[in-house]
Each structure stands twice: as structure tokens, then as C-alpha cells.
């Protein structure tokens, strides 16, 4: 498998992503630099729907749309689908993302607002339950 940054695909270009990659992806505006970061169980089929959902003017993120539309019939050049992360445990897909969504600042993103500041409390909460265990294990062996 490729190192996810050989992973760039321009949304003018063949998707020629294999099939299955669980990843932690961004979606990138390249003339402002701001990006949309998710998770996916399979990147290939997450590109196509990005991609349709800007076509179609439907795409979730308004801003991102927006931007999309802006540079109508040229924007597909603009914009790119990067692997940022492959994660081969599916299940700390959630832990992956939100560590990418808090590497950045709010205004660099088009994710909403709640959705950095739920990664933030989602972090502080696996790390309080890491402190806790940790704890317990040290007093465990402190008193033996």
C-alpha cells in the first residue's frame, strides 16, 4: 500500500484510489487553502460522493459548497481528495479524525464549529479515562 500522501487526487482527475482504504481524509480548497477533514471505511466511494454532492449542489458543508460553485465549471481542478490517514483499526476511526480536526484552526476548516469543539471534548475524555487507568494500575502495583 502507498503512503498516504501519495493519495491526492484532483477532483478533475480519475478516482484511482483502492477499493476499501479506511482513511482519515481531507477535502481541500486549493486557491484558500481551507479544508474539509472526515473519516471514511472506504475512501474510494467517499470521493465520488463528495464529488456528485458539489456536481449536484447538495453537498452537507454550505460553505464548502459555495466555494465549490464559485469557480463553477473549473472548481473540480481546485479542490483535491487527500489521504491523510490510513487506519487499519476501524474503530479508532473517530480518535484519528478528531486528532486531525484539532491539528488545525477553526477558520482553516470547513467543518462546523460543533463538530472541532466535539473532537476537543471527545479527546479530553479519552484522556481523562487513560489518567484514570493509568492511576488505577499504578496504586495496583504500589501495593503489592
Known amino acids: 500500500m502507498q503512503d498516504p500522501q501519495h493519495y491526492r487526487i484532483r477532483l478533475n482527475e480519475k478516482i484511482t484510489l483502492p ?3 479506511a482513511a482519515i481524509y481531507a477535502l481541500v ?3 484558500n487553502g481551507r479544508m474539509y477533514i472526515g473519516r471514511t471505511r472506504c475512501a474510494q466511494k467517499r470521493v465520488k ?3 456528485s454532492q458539489l456536481k449536484n449542489g447538495t453537498h452537507h458543508v454550505i460553505e464548502l459548497q459555495l466555494d465549490f460553485k464559485k469557480y463553477r465549471k473549473d472548481a473540480p481542478e481546485w479542490f483535491e481528495f487527500r489521504i491523510l490517514e490510513v487506519v487499519n483499526d476501524r474503530k479508532k476511526l473517530p480518535e484519528a479524525e478528531d486528532k486531525w480536526i484539532l491539528q488545525h484552526k477553526k477558520a482553516q476548516l470547513y467543518n462546523a464549529p460543533s463538530e472541532y469543539d466535539r473532537a476537543g471534548r471527545r479527546r ?6 487513560s489518567e ?3 492511576g488505577n494500575i499504578f496504586e495496583f502495583m504500589v501495593e503489592e
Open 124 to 129: 479530553r475524555k479519552r484522556q481523562r479515562a
Open 49 to 51: 460522493e463528495h464529488l
Open 132 to 134: 484514570y487507568i493509568q
Open 29 to 31: 480548497n486549493l486557491i
Open 19 to 21: 477499493k476499501g482504504i
